[in-house]
């Protein structure tokens, strides 16, 4: 019964922001790790950033500096908040919530960077 529900793409021109949030309904046990990976046509899906349950973090090297991965666990919500967005992150953005036993992927929200 659990989905993940993505929220808060679109299209920016470069320079912009962008926050992406990604909401587990029903009920769900302790997530260990949440984490976002991107996909375009053509590409291996990438991991983007992740979290564990005690905030460490960890960026792709394309992204360090550029965008912030944090969570609410109260909420059972992960966030993505890209900065300084280049045409080179246009991509479908997934979440992904890791609970050791099994994972779950939301929908996929589209991030288009274009002037």
């Known amino acids: 019964q659990v989905q993940l529900v993505e929220s808060g793409g679109g299209l920016v021109q470069p320079g912009g922001s962008l926050r992406l949030s990604c909401a587990a309904s029903?009920?769900?046990?302790?997530?260990?790790?949440m984490g976002w990976f991107r996909q375009t046509p053509g590409k291996q899906r990438e991991l983007v950033a992740t979290?564990?349950?005690?905030?460490?973090?960890n960026y792709a090297d394309s992204v360090k500096g550029r965008f912030t991965i944090s969570r609410d666990n109260a909420k059972n919500t992960v966030y993505l908040q890209m900065n300084s967005l280049k045409p080179e992150d246009t991509a479908v953005y997934y979440c992904n919530f890791n609970l050791f036993y099994r994972q779950y992927w939301g929908q996929g929200t589209q991030v288009t960077v274009s002037s």
């Open positions: 029903g009920g769900i046990g302790s997530i260990y790790v």
């Open positions: 979290i564990t349950s005690g905030r460490s973090t």
